[in-house]
């Protein structure tokens, strides 16, 4: 196990999550699944966690009540090399979820991604202050990121 692993609390969706995430991602696989013993705070033998692994990341899905739900605050970035994968990622994470801006995306559990290309983080980070400028500006009134208008509107600056 990594040193650091996120652990993501849903109500009593661990299972389903870690299904749903495993699903999308090709470089990805379940792990161990834990049940409630007897005298746990939920029935003898429903799922307490599910540990899986996304793009060699692990995580723990954790069933542990409604005390606590997702906020946009915590988000898991994911960096996609063409605009195919942004398309892929953001059509099946955002099945049943919310679509956000500036390539964000809250899926059917209420977790925040950010799916987002390469080539977003190196038109923002060029030394020509006013092309990134404008590629800043057109991301602003994207929800899903487009590298073809972002291009064009670095490209146009």
């Keep these: ?3 650091i692993t996120p652990f993501l609390w849903f109500n009593d969706q661990a299972e389903e ?3 749903f995430y495993t699903s999308i991602f ?3 696989k379940a792990g161990d699944i ?4 007897e005298g746990g705070p939920a029935p003898k033998g429903t799922v307490m966690s599910a540990s899986f692994q996304i793009e060699g990341q692990e995580l723990i899905a954790f069933n542990g009540g ?3 739900s997702f906020t946009p605050a915590i988000s898991l970035f994911v ?4 605009q195919e994968e942004v398309d892929e990622l953001w059509d099946k994470l955002s099945e049943g979820g919310q679509p956000q801006q ?3 995306v809250t899926d059917k559990f209420g977790l925040s991604w950010q799916i987002i290309p390469s080539a977003l983080g190196e038109m923002l980070q060029d030394k020509n202050g006013t092309k990134s400028k404008a590629a800043m500006q057109a991301m602003m009134k994207m929800h899903k990121i487009d590298v073809q208008r972002l291009q064009h509107a670095f490209e146009e600056a």
Excluded: E
Aim: with cysteine.
């Design 34 to 37: 834990r049940r409630y013993a």
């Design 102 to 104: 500036c390539g964000w």
């Design 79 to 82: 960096d996609c090399k063409t």
């Design 66 to 68: 409604p005390h606590f």
């Design 17 to 19: 999550a870690m299904n």
């Design 1 to 3: 196990m990594q040193k």
């Design 26 to 28: 090709r470089n990805s």
